[in-house]
């Protein structure tokens, strides 16, 4: 069973970065689709932010395109989420979560079956 838990998340100024990691027990392995989502609130439904392959095939919602940046580090077994650039609307909980296969086209939160906790990352100006 795959365990996931996020990292890095923080308070930055606008503009500022951080680095977002996200590992765990039962490493999906070496062909799986990892992603981020990102939500304000419990009760609003998670937002797709950016999908990566374990062959580094990547896709990311067009309101990070230019600022974030998820990559999959195979020997260590973590996803990273870079965030640069940040702005007041980035402020939510992220989330990484993964399942066994290729991505599909920008999938839902649905499609997923491991996810970790959360990581809250809140911007200030």
């Known amino acids: 069973q795959v365990q996931l838990a996020e990292s890095g998340g923080g308070s930055v100024q606008t503009g500022g970065s951080l680095t977002l990691s996200c590992g765990g027990k039962?490493?999906?392995?070496?062909?799986?689709?990892m992603a981020w989502f990102r939500q304000v609130g419990k009760e609003r439904e998670r937002e797709w932010v950016e999908?990566?392959?374990?062959?580094?095939?990547?896709d990311h919602a067009d309101s990070v395109k230019g600022r974030f940046t998820a990559a999959i580090d195979n020997v260590k077994n973590i996803l990273v989420l870079q965030l640069n650039n940040l702005s007041r609307e980035d402020t939510a909980m992220y989330f990484c979560?993964?399942?066994?296969?290729?991505?599909?086209?920008?999938?839902?939160?649905?499609?997923?079956?491991?996810w970790g906790q959360g990581t809250q990352v809140t911007v200030f100006s």
């Open positions: 039962g490493w999906p392995g070496s062909r799986a689709c």
């Open positions: 979560a993964a399942r066994g296969g290729s991505c599909p086209n920008r999938p839902s939160q649905w499609y997923f079956t491991a």
């Open positions: 999908q990566v392959e374990s062959d580094g095939t990547a």
